[in-house]
């Protein structure tokens, strides 16, 4: 199976900052990778799919790229409603996500 | 818009079944794969299984296979998840979700239920 590892797991940043979290694929997976924000007590949220396309309604602040095995997810300046826990997801059999990236206010 | 309600969810003892089902509405449901995906109290999102559009296949996560079964009906525009042989370690909520385009299932996922809770606690 294809494994996905998410860095940081925990990162504290401040409103405006640039904000960059990593994930991994143990496999090529060409660009079939997802990014979901889930805020507590929440229904995850589909931000980006396939590496670098915004979902419909989302802000322009978020934006994907890589490609293969190695991908980002960056949100050019923090706002105070992005606070949440965000996740990776390869798209391809059989769908696994990463451990997670929490973002907190430092 | 598209709408996915789970129902099913409750508290079951260990080695006991639960079947969840999740109805579809807002879009023409015999056309996307489907997906299970659980979340255990403060933990990560688990992808536990897919099935095609036409429900002529289907994948498992290995700690569901063998024992979870998941089916559709286009006619009803509603897919389950059977549930067997339940562990402590199955507790979670469970959210069904839609892929984000038609026919395909390697997809993201773009639509969300609300989730349902299973407990499994004697």
């Known amino acids: 199976d294809i494994q996905m590892t998410q860095s940081p797991s925990t990162l504290s940043a401040s409103v405006g900052d640039r904000v960059t979290i990593t994930c991994r694929a143990s496999q090529n997976i060409t660009n079939w990778l997802a990014w979901y924000q889930q805020k507590p007590g929440k229904v995850p949220k589909l931000l980006i799919y396939?590496?670098?396309t915004l979902e419909t309604g989302v802000p322009s602040r978020f934006s994907g790229s890589g490609s293969g095995t190695e991908f980002t997810l960056t949100i050019s300046s923090l706002q105070p409603d992005d606070f949440a826990t965000f996740y990776c997801q390869q798209c391809i059999s059989p769908w696994t996500f990463g451990q997670g990236t929490k973002v907190e206010i430092k | 818009q598209v709408q996915l309600v789970e129902s099913g969810g409750g508290v079951v003892q260990p080695g006991r079944s639960l079947r969840l089902s999740c109805a579809a509405s807002g879009f023409t449901f015999s056309h996307y794969a489907m997906y299970w995906v659980r979340q255990a109290p403060g933990k990560g999102l688990e992808w536990v299984t897919v099935?095609?559009?036409?429900?002529?296949?289907?994948y498992y996560a290995d700690s569901s296979k063998g024992r979870f079964t998941v089916s559709r009906d286009n006619s009803n525009n509603t897919f389950y998840l059977e549930m067997n042989s339940l562990r402590a370690e199955d507790t979670a909520v469970y959210y069904c979700?839609?892929?984000?385009?038609?026919?395909?299932?390697?997809?993201?996922?773009?639509?969300w239920g609300q989730g349902t809770l299973v407990t499994v606690s004697s």
């Open positions: 099935i095609s559009f036409d429900g002529s296949n289907q």
């Open positions: 979700a839609r892929a984000g385009r038609e026919i395909l299932w390697f997809a993201e996922l773009s639509d």
């Open positions: 396939k590496t670098s």
